[in-house]
């Protein structure tokens, strides 16, 4: 059970109502006389993030009052996740309903993460009593996977390269009873060459990771997630605003770990798959170079029109390797592209697939979890813009236009599977909002793992 969550051995916790501008009346009709006194003169609104402290006559705390927004409007179902880190500690129960009483509930569990490694911080003392018809435990291991996630991504780099990342694989691998394996060395130049280029100007080694869990016999789901631990740009370098963030390069492969961890914990019925190619794009006489020209793991040549486009590089040589199991339904997360910032801001992952009923199902498990995606389209004009006169391709297009289509179009070029989708995701909250604290945020994980369960529980 998450930390946030009451066991109901403990008893009913002190009421939260929930009050917006159409029900406020009606909440406090409720109420006695001497507590609709107190709210009037405290000066409340019913206004989104708005708190009332209702005190008993002897000081201890009958209830709380809580400013929703009101249907009709934009509503933001993690709003009541705002709450953990607001009211004084002990134990809470929905008095009312929210919007939605389980993502409220899931809100109320991961607004309370702190990412602690390097700073003791006090505990959230906060704890919810599950409201009845949710699953606690299904609630429990999404929090879990997306603190896991936020973990990782939080962690900076000099704690969190290729080799810790793959520690982290093999530590949920123990966890859950799966068979890891790890390529590197001349077995990875060989084999995987485009992941083996861009991480070989790092002393920290570059690998391709490879989880497997699951009856050979089940449905075949592969996640792929890039791993960048830091990207520097290559010789392609940074500038210094550029680089600062680059710790979280490494968000898809945290988040295909977040959501490997919910698909292993539920146990559906899948053979699950998780490829992480771990490397660190940095800069010395032995980094990969601009004009480069690399024969891929499918046979295709490609030509580094620059070495910052170096995700898309590790990802193709990790979705063809894939591509080669025949899985019936292949995601990849990847913190790849600046464009799709710029098109669809830092809230909204783009989504790309040729798979249209997947596309459809995925946008609706996205609104219904509250973890949305928009989906781009894999436009085949602009593959013209990937052309080399020397190459099969290049890793990047001529222009500089339509960023995160072309990137989705190169990776496009190593899958063959029907059922794949590509997530461009940014990974990250730069202000806090209700459940989602500044800094690491693990996206698309949830609406992934809504569909698959909704599909082989």
């Known amino acids: 059970m998450h930390p946030q969550f009451a066991a109901a051995s403990e008893g009913r916790g002190t009421p939260i109502w929930f009050v917006h501008a159409g029900n406020a009346n009606t909440v406090l009709q409720a109420f006695g006389d001497r507590e609709r006194a107190y709210a009037a003169a405290a000066g409340f609104e019913p206004k989104p993030g708005k708190l009332l402290l209702l005190p008993k006559l002897d000081g201890k705390l009958a209830g709380v009052l809580f400013g929703i927004e009101a249907p009709g409007g934009a509503i933001d179902p993690f709003r009541p996740g705002q709450l953990v880190n607001l009211l004084p500690a002990g134990i809470y129960r929905f008095a009312n309903a929210p919007h939605d009483a389980r993502l409220a509930a899931l809100a109320f569990a991961i607004g309370a993460y702190q990412f602690t490694r390097y700073r003791k911080a006090e505990p959230v003392n906060v704890r919810l009593n599950v409201p009845d018809g949710v699953d606690a435990e299904d609630l429990s291991r999404i929090a879990e996977g997306v603190g896991l996630a936020r973990d990782l991504i939080n962690t900076p780099s000099n704690d969190m390269g290729p080799d810790q990342l793959e520690e982290a694989v093999r530590a949920l691998g123990t966890v859950h009873g799966a068979k890891v394996d790890v390529t590197a060395g001349e077995k990875l130049a060989k084999d995987f060459p485009l992941i083996h280029a861009v991480g070989m100007g790092s002393p920290r080694a570059p690998r391709l990771i490879d989880l497997i869990w699951g009856n050979e016999t089940d449905p075949k789901v592969t996640l792929v997630g890039k791993g960048v631990c830091f990207d520097t740009g290559g010789l392609d370098i940074k500038n210094d605003a550029g680089m600062l963030n680059m710790k979280k390069d490494m968000g898809g492969a945290a988040t295909s770990i977040a959501l490997a961890h919910m698909i292993m914990s539920r146990k559906l019925k899948v053979r699950l798959r998780v490829l992480i190619p771990a490397v660190e794009n940095s800069i010395s006489g032995t980094s990969f170079r601009p004009r480069d020209i690399y024969t891929s793991r499918k046979g295709i040549t490609v030509e580094i029109g620059n070495t910052d486009a170096e995700g ?128 690491a945020e693990c996206q698309t994980a949830r609406a992934l793992y809504a569909l698959l369960c909704a599909r082989y529980a």
């Open 312 to 439: 898309r590089l590790v990802l193709a040589d990790a979705l063809a390797l894939a591509d080669d199991d025949k899985p019936d339904f292949i995601a990849d997360f990847a913190t790849l592209t600046g464009a799709a910032r710029v098109a669809l801001g830092p809230e909204l992952p783009a989504m790309f697939t040729d798979d249209d009923a997947l596309a459809a199902d995925v946008a609706k498990s996205g609104m219904a979890e509250n973890d949305p995606v928009w989906r781009l389209p894999l436009w085949k004009p602009y593959e013209a813009m990937l052309d080399s006169k020397v190459s099969d391709t290049n890793n990047v297009s001529t222009g500089g236009l339509g960023g995160a289509i072309t990137a989705a179009l190169f990776l496009k070029k190593f899958v063959s599977a029907p059922s794949w989708v590509h997530f461009d995701i940014f990974a990250w909250t730069n202000a806090a909002r209700p459940g989602r604290p500044e800094g």
